[in-house]
C-alpha cells in the first residue's frame, strides 16, 4: 500500500516557496531570502550539497537554542520533503524539523491535566520560589512567562507535520522510523490519533532502537488507556535488551492507572543509577526519559514511589546524581506546596521530616545549586548548615 505523497515535482515546490515573502522573514543573521533556495537544495542529488543547505537551514531556524521567525515558513516544506519517497534523504527533513521544535520554549503544556501531575506541582514550587526572589521584587514583582508568539506558531507548524509522522512511523527505514517516534512524542495532545498507529507498529516492530523509541515516545505523549496500546507496549517488557526493556517500563508508567510496585522499584533505580553508556539512540538519557514519565501522572496514582525513592536514597553515593529523583520526591511528599513560614521540624509529616533526615544524611546539598533550589522551594532551609541548625535537636540518625 503506498503510504507516502509523491511531491517531487519541482514547479510544484517552487509554486510553494514562491508563496512566502521570504525577503520579510528575519532570522538571527537577518533575511530569510536565500531559504528558498536552500530548501530546493536539500532535494539535491549531491550529498554535500544537502549538508551544506542543511547546515546553512539550522542558521536561519535557530540561533543558541532558540527558534526565529523563518522556522514557522520553513517547517511545512520539510513535512512535504518527509512525505516524498523521491528525494534523496528524508532523515535531512526530520533533524532540521528537530531542531525547530527542540528550540521552541512552551511555557504552557500541550496537554493540561485535570489533577495537577507531578510537574505541575514542580512548576507551582518554583513559581512560589521566584515570586519571593529579590531579584524579581526589585522589579515589580514575578510575572509568569507566556510562549511567544513565534514560538507558539513555530510549534504549531511541526505539530501540523502529525499525520505525516504517523505514516511514516510505517516506512521500511529504521532511521526514519525513529525520527518519527522522537517527533510524536513531543505532542501529547494528539494521543488518542496516535495511539493505534503506536500500538500497531509496536506489534510489528523487529529493529530494537525503534522499539525504544516508540516506547519513550509513549512515556512522554500517553495517558491512561486500555487495550491494544497497552498490550503492545507491554510485548517489550522483559525484553532481554535491558534499555527495550525500561523503556518500555517507561510508557507503561504513563499507560497505567496503577503501575504495579515491581514497574516502579525498576524504574526508581533508573532514575538513580542512570547507564548513559547504554543510551546512545536519542538525545535524553534513559533516567531524564523516566523523570519525563513521572513527571506527567499523578501523585495519587503511585502511592508506594516515595518509598521506593527513599529508600535508594538513604545509601549515600557520591557519583550519584539525586536531582531527578528529588524533584519528584518533593511533589510526593508536599503535594500542598511549600511550608509556611516560621514552620519547624516537627511540623512535618514524618515522610517529610524523612527527606530532611536523608538530604543531610548523605550530604545533598552539596551537588550543588539546584539541589539547594529543589529544597528551598518547599521553604526548608537549602544549605548543609542552616538545614542541620534546623534540624539539631531532632531524633539523630540510626547508625550515627
Not at 520560589?129 to 531579584?135: D, G, H, N, T
Not at 526508581?268 to 546512545?280: A, F, V
Request: aromatic share 6%.
Amino acid at each position: 500500500m503506498e503510504l507516502m505523497a509523491d511531491d517531487a515535482t519541482f514547479p510544484a515546490v517552487d509554486d510553494h516557496l514562491r508563496a512566502v515573502d521570504w525577503q520579510s522573514l528575519h532570522g538571527p543573521y537577518g533575511s530569510a531570502s536565500d531559504v528558498p533556495d536552500l530548501l530546493r537544495a536539500l532535494r539535491n542529488p549531491d550529498s554535500a550539497a544537502r549538508r551544506e543547505a542543511e547546515r546553512k537551514l539550522e542558521d536561519h531556524l535557530q540561533h543558541q537554542g532558540l527558534v526565529y521567525e523563518p522556522s514557522i515558513a520553513v517547517a511545512p516544506h520539510l513535512i512535504d520533503l518527509l512525505a516524498n519517497r523521491n528525494v534523496p534523504d528524508r532523515l535531512v527533513a526530520y533533524r532540521l524539523l528537530r531542531t525547530i521544535v527542540d528550540g521552541v520554549e512552551l511555557y504552557e503544556s500541550p496537554r493540561r491535566a485535570v489533577v495537577p501531575t507531578l510537574d505541575d506541582l514542580a512548576d507551582q514550587r518554583s513559581e512560589w520560589w521566584l515570586a519571593r526572589s529579590p531579584e524579581w521584587r526589585r522589579h515589580g514583582g514575578y510575572r509568569r512567562p507566556v510562549t511567544s508568539a513565534c514560538h507558539a506558531a513555530a510549534y504549531e507548524a511541526v505539530h501540523a507535520g502529525v499525520p505525516t509522522y504517523l505514516r511514516v512511523l510505517r516506512d521500511r527505514d529504521p532511521e526514519l522510523r525513529l525520527g518519527m517516534a522522537d517527533l510524536l512524542g513531543r505532542f501529547p495532545q494528539d494521543w488518542s490519533i496516535m495511539s493505534p498507529v503506536l500500538a500497531q507498529q509496536l506489534l510489528v516492530e523487529t529493529d530494537l532502537a525503534v522499539a525504544t523509541a516508540m516506547c519513550i515516545a509513549v512515556g512522554r505523549a500517553g495517558e491512561p488507556s486500555q487495550g491494544s496500546i497497552v498490550d503492545a507496549v507491554r510485548r517489550w517488557r522483559g525484553n532481554a535488551d535491558r534499555v527495550v526493556h525500561r523503556a518500555a517500563l517507561i510508557g507503561l508508567v504513563r499507560l497505567l492507572p496503577a503501575p504495579d510496585t515491581a514497574l516502579l522499584a525498576e524504574l526508581s533505580d533508573c532514575l538513580l543509577d542512570p547507564e548513559q553508556k547504554e543510551w546512545q539512540s536519542l538525545a535524553d538519557t534513559m533516567a531524564n526519559a523516566a523523570a519525563w514519565a513521572f513527571s506527567g501522572i499523578t501523585g495519587e496514582s503511585v502511592p508506594q514511589l516515595a518509598d521506593l525513592l527513599l529508600d535508594r536514597m538513604r545509601v549515600p553515593d557520591p557519583d550519584r546524581a539525586d536531582f531527578l529523583a528529588l524533584r519528584l520526591l518533593l511533589g510526593l511528599t508536599f503535594p500542598d506546596g511549600p511550608l509556611p513560614d516560621g514552620a519547624a521540624f516537627t511540623d512535618l509529616s514524618e515522610p517529610q521530616q524523612e527527606i530532611v533526615r536523608v538530604v543531610l544524611h548523605s550530604n545533598m546539598l552539596k551537588q550543588g545549586m539546584m539541589i539547594q533550589r529543589a529544597i528551598g522551594e518547599c521553604n526548608l532551609p537549602n544549605t548543609e548548615e542552616a538545614l542541620a541548625a534546623w534540624y539539631a535537636g531532632r531524633r539523630p540518625f540510626p547508625d550515627d
